[in-house]
T-cell receptor, first 113, second 118 residues
Framework: QKEVEQNSGPLSVPEGAIASLNCTYSDRGSQSFFWYRQYSGKSPELIMSIYSNGDKEDGRFTAQLNKASQYVSLLIRDSQPSDSATYLC?????????????FGGGTRVLVKP | GAVVSQHPSRVICKSGTSVKIECRSL??????MFWYRQFPKKSLMLMATSNEGSKATYEQGVEKDKFLINHASLTLSTLTVTSAHPEDSSFYIC??????????????FGPGTRLTVL
């Protein structure tokens, strides 16, 4: 089992709809969770961080964390073509030396006009 | 968010030469920086963790003599690809972790350096 798993996609979403991305992780003791957006040919950009169970909203983005079920999700409301990118889920496992992050393989999102 | 810069953004070199890439945290101090590489359409691969004032910690399979890392100050880490070969051609990205004021391990990425070895 991979430490952080994501569906690779592509997730095709009509413009204006909600994109829902999921991520599961294997280390139950993980405390920090992040979503990064990566456009093709560019470096990742941090868009959300979440540390407590429940929802965290920032603009059109909502991160949801459920530690009991070991998943974290990202919702993108009112999806725009500019949201088309690969979204990386990252987790900070407690036993990771040097505070390394473990990344999932990413979910590619395509927002169609 | 915090700003991380990388220089150069793109480099083309001949096989056998060495290439140095700089990573700077512009508006915060970073005791820890990370170096990644990414091949086209592939996931990020962590190469090493760079700690200010101490030796870098390399991931399994990464040659430390090939990829020299120096973290001379709280705002600067460098990666030198020594005797580069075409198989070293890749997208190299650094990230920096905010040194203090947070326990939450947010990492901010630089814009990346695209290395092409001819």
């Amino acid at each position: 089992q991979k430490e952080v798993e994501q569906n690779s996609g592509p997730l095709s979403v009509p413009e204006g709809a909600i994109a829902s991305l999921n991520c599961t992780y294997s280390d139950r003791g993980s405390q920090s969770f992040f979503w990064y957006r990566q456009y093709s040919g560019k470096s990742p950009e941090l868009i959300m961080s979440i540390y407590s169970n429940g929802d965290k909203e920032d603009g059109r983005f909502t991160a949801q964390l459920n530690k009991a079920s070991q998943y974290v999700s990202l919702l993108i409301r009112d999806s725009q073509p500019s949201d088309s990118a690969t979204y990386l889920c990252a987790v900070n496992p407690p036993r990771a030396a040097g505070n390394k992050l473990t990344f999932g393989g990413g979910t590619r999102v395509l927002v169609k006009p | 968010g915090a700003v991380v810069s990388q220089h150069p953004s793109r480099v083309i070199c001949k096989s056998g030469t060495s290439v140095k890439i700089e990573c700077r945290s512009l508006d915060f101090q970073a005791t820890t920086m990370f170096w990644y590489r990414q091949f086209p359409k592939k996931s990020l691969m962590l190469m090493a963790t760079s700690n200010e004032g101490s030796k870098a910690t390399y991931e399994q399979g990464v040659e430390k003599d090939k990829f020299l890392i120096n973290h001379a100050s709280l705002t600067l880490s460098t990666l030198t690809v020594t005797s580069a070969h075409p198989e070293d051609s890749s997208f190299y990205i650094c990230s920096a972790r905010v040194a203090s004021g947070t326990i939450y391990n947010e990492q901010f990425f630089g814009p990346g350096t695209r290395l092409t070895v001819l």
